[in-house]
């Protein structure tokens, strides 16, 4: 199921997490390049007033709301409020997530619910919100989900972060899986981005240990120093998206390495 660029135009884009970073960038490119209202999701009320003002300075359309995506009855206001203003969403995209680091055993049982309630929970809930409208309108629409390429490797001190994107992974395949038997006109695609220059680690929680804060700011100043910028993953986001593709990598070589040791210590003796 691909949508065009001619079923984006004039129709509203959902996207969660969308104060700040890759969120921010896509609802930016979706009201300026593509002429959707854009629906600017975030927990922080001023982030997302900042992102919709710029949105509009560039003439495009759109509006700030607030959501904790971790919250069912607060994403069941989005849905009311952005429903009654614009109707279905052309594009919805599960953006909103958190990092933390720590080793396991560091991990406190409330700080582990909360990376999983907002990067897993509140990709589950924004599509059980806004799905049955989508079918209704029997016009082509699209999820995008953001993983991550943590989402499809193994590493040391963010086990509570890469736990959550697998799952949002999978969670985001199972949703194409029942899309697909229920024959709806609507698509979805996974966003496994690398490394991108963006406040996740400023607002990262961590365990608190000197290994977990020292990985922070390392990760910190990894993405400041090497990612690529939020603007970049939109551009090849939407080009993805317009593209029908379900995996939408954007740093290909690495998504090729990591896949391929994982497919290795995956299929390690099962002959
Ligand atoms: N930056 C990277 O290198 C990178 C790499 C791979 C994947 N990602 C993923 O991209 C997505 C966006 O991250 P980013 O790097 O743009 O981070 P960011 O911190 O710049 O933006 C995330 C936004 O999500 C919002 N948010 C946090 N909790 C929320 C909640 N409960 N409800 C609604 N909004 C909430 C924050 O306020 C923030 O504005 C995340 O899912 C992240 O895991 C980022």
Same mark, same amino acid.
């Given at each position: ?16 997490? @969308? ?22 999701? /975030? ?34 206001? =989005?849905?009311?409020?952005?429903? /009654?203003?614009?109707? @279905? ?23 582990? &619910? ?20 989508? =079918? ?21 001190? &963010? ?13 985001? &395949? ?27 680690? /400023? /607002? ?7 290994? @977990? ?18 603007? &970049? ?39």
């Amino acid at each position: 199921m691909t949508i065009h660029a001619d079923d984006l135009a004039g129709r509203p884009i959902v996207v969660s997490g @969308a104060g700040s970073g890759i969120g921010a960038a896509l609802a930016y490119r979706a009201a300026v390049e593509h002429r959707m209202t854009a629906v600017v999701a /975030d927990v922080d009320a001023a982030r997302a007033e900042q992102v919709a003002a710029a949105i509009t300075g560039a003439g495009g359309k759109a509006q700030a709301l607030a959501v904790d995506v971790s919250d069912p009855a607060s994403v069941d206001a =989005l849905r009311a409020r952005a429903l /009654d203003a614009y109707g @279905a969403p052309a594009l919805l995209v599960c953006n909103a997530g958190v990092e933390m680091t720590g080793a396991v055993w560091e991990i406190e049982p409330r700080d582990w &619910q909360r990376v999983q309630a907002i990067n897993v929970n509140g990709a589950f809930l924004m599509a059980r919100a806004f799905l049955p409208a989508m =079918l209704q309108t029997e016009q082509p629409g699209h999820v995008l989900c953001t993983s991550s390429i943590g989402g499809i490797s193994i590493g040391a001190g &963010q086990s509570a972060y890469l736990v959550s994107k697998h799952a949002i992974r999978v969670f985001a &395949q199972t949703l194409a899986a029942d899309l697909e038997a229920a024959d709806a006109r609507i698509g979805v695609s996974i966003l496994l981005p690398g490394a991108v220059r963006t406040r996740i680690f /400023d /607002d990262a929680a961590s365990t608190g240990s000197a290994g @977990a804060e020292e990985m922070r700011s390392a990760l910190a100043s990894h993405l400041a120093n090497d990612g690529i910028t939020p603007e &970049q993953v939109a551009e090849i986001a939407f080009a993805g998206v317009l593209e029908g593709r379900r995996w939408i990598h954007t740093h290909p070589e690495m998504s090729e390495q990591v896949l391929s040791e994982h497919l290795a210590d995956l299929t390690a003796g099962v002959r």
